[in-house]
């Protein structure tokens, strides 16, 4: 589904991704953890061309990305991300904002548009939220909305970058249960986040991003039950899970 190979990306003097290579399969939840930094928010914007690569190679579906227009709008289409803010546009509702995607980016008729956008809207729990704007949701429910709009445009990836950070923690669980049911449908994922519980759930494999490098990776079992990288041991030694 997705192949990263020897994936570099300077930031000025920085490097901060160091050769990256990762692959990820059709139907996989992969969550990369690792301390602020560590490049994992850089990677997943590389992967999705908000980013551009200084070197190496991206793959989608077989299909090698270039650093041309025509093959980055075909890789956003494909590979959809939803962000820690959650970017909604405040002067459409709910419902405008899910529709918003498939009607200008897909052309869709406004019909097959809105009955695709309620139907993700009531997938997410916020089927009684359709005519609201985002000032009056909570954060949970405005990133619910955001996960709803990505999903209209029916990508086969969805990239996740730290979707609860921004969240009180009492909302946290209600976006966690929306990935946690993506994942259940099969849906091809990476997602980078600190809530370890969560990925030690739900990931098919954890990736541990280390200055710009991958320094371990795994099954769940093995990372978070035998890890190996003295760097891994002392993250998982500051945090609680």
């Known amino acids: 589904m ?18 990256i290579n990762m692959e990820v399969t059709e139907g996989q939840v992969v969550c990369m953890i690792g301390s602020s930094g560590s490049g994992k928010s850089t990677l997943l914007r590389c992967i999705n061309y908000l980013e551009r690569k ?60 809105k009955e695709k956008a309620l139907a993700l809207l009531e997938k997410v729990g916020l089927s009684d939220k359709a005519n609201q704007y985002p000032a009056m949701l909570s ?59 969560f990925a030690k759930e739900v990931a098919d494999k954890v990736i541990f991003l280390l200055e710009g490098v991958i320094a371990e990776q795994g099954t769940p079992q093995e990372i978070f039950e035998t890890p190996k990288h003295e760097r891994l041991k002392a993250f998982f030694g500051q945090i609680h899970f």
Do not use: C
């Open 2 to 19: 997705i192949q990263i190979k020897n994936l570099h990306k300077y930031f000025g003097d920085l490097e901060v991704l160091k050769g």
């Open 54 to 113: 200084n070197q190496g190679e991206i793959w989608v579906e077989g299909k090698q990305i270039l650093d041309r227009a025509k093959d980055i709008t075909e890789t956003r289409q494909k590979v959809g991300m939803v962000f820690q803010r959650f970017n909604l546009f405040p002067h459409m509702t709910a419902l405008e904002n899910v529709m918003e995607g498939p009607l200008t980016v897909k052309k869709e008729d406004k019909n097959t548009a």
């Open 139 to 197: 954060g949970g429910q405005q990133q619910r909305v955001a996960i709803a709009r990505t999903l209209a445009m029916e990508p086969k990836v969805v990239l996740f970058d730290e979707p609860t950070s921004a969240l009180d923690p009492e909302l946290v669980g209600e976006v966690l249960a929306v990935m946690k049911d993506l994942a259940k449908e099969g849906m091809t994922m990476i997602i980078v986040t600190h809530e370890m519980g």
